[in-house]
C-alpha cells in the first residue's frame, strides 16, 4: 500500500510540474553528518589514541616531513580538496574566528556571522544564503567541537594560536558546507 502511495503521489508532484529532489538544508545536514563522523572518528581513535594515549606518533602540521600523523584539520581540508576536484555539486571547509592557520578564517560576510551564531548558540546549526559570483548558494555553518583532548592541547598549544583557553566539548570553530541552487 506505501508503494502505491509513494507513485501516486509521485505522479501527482510530476503532473503539477513540480521537481523531485531533497531540500538543500537537509542535504547540508547529510554532508555535515558524515564529515562530522569521520572527523571525530580520526580524532579519537587514530590522533588521540596513538599521540595522547599510546605516545606512538605525533600528529604535526608538517606531517610529512617529520613523519607524523596529519592534523585532523589537514584530513577534513584533503577530504574537502577532493570532494571538490570530483565537482561533486558542493564544498565544505573548517574555518574558525580563531584560526591557526590564516587561510581558515572567515572570508565572507555569512561566515562571519554564521560562525559567531554557533559559538553563541552551542548546539545549533547557522543556516542561510548567499551569492558568490554569479551563483546563489544555501550556505550551512555547523558547530566544529572540541570531541578530544587532542583537539584542545593542539590549539592551547600552539604558538601562533590566537586563542589558548579551549576546553573540551567548547565550539572552535565550524564546518561551513555550501550547496549551489
Keep these: 500500500m506505501r508503494i502505491v502511495t509513494f507513485i501516486v503521489a509521485a505522479a501527482l508532484l510530476s503532473a503539477c510540474g513540480q521537481k523531485q529532489g531533497i531540500a538543500p538544508e537537509r542535504m547540508a545536514d547529510a554532508i ?4 562530522e563522523a569521520d572527523r571525530a572518528s580520526y580524532t579519537n581513535n587514530v590522533v588521540n589514541r596513538l599521540q595522547n594515549e599510546e605516545k606512538v606518533i605525533k600528529a604535526d602540521e608538517h ?6 600523523l596529519p592534523l585532523p584539520a589537514q584530513m577534513m581540508r584533503m577530504g574537502a580538496e577532493r570532494v571538490a576536484e570530483k565537482e561533486a555539486g558542493f564544498n565544505y571547509a573548517l574555518l574558525s574566528l580563531w584560526a591557526i592557520n590564516k587561510q581558515n578564517k572567515p572570508r565572507t560576510e555569512l561566515e562571519k556571522e554564521g560562525l559567531q551564531f554557533v559559538i553563541d548558540n552551542p548546539g545549533k546549526n547557522f543556516y542561510g544564503r548567499e551569492t558568490l559570483g554569479d551563483t546563489e548558494y544555501f ?6 567541537v ?12 600552539h604558538i601562533d594560536s590566537p586563542r589558548t583557553d579551549f576546553e573540551l566539548d567548547e565550539t572552535m570553530g565550524g564546518v561551513v558546507v555550501r550547496i549551489p541552487l
Excluded at 606531517?63 to 607524523?68: E, F, L, R, Y
Excluded at 572540541?146 to 598549544?157: E, K, L, M, Q, Y
Design 32 to 35: 555535515f553528518a558524515v564529515i
Design 63 to 68: 606531517w610529512k616531513d617529520n613523519s607524523a
Design 139 to 144: 550556505t550551512a555553518i555547523y558547530p566544529d
Design 146 to 157: 572540541a570531541v578530544s583532548p587532542a583537539c584542545v592541547s593542539c590549539h592551547n598549544d
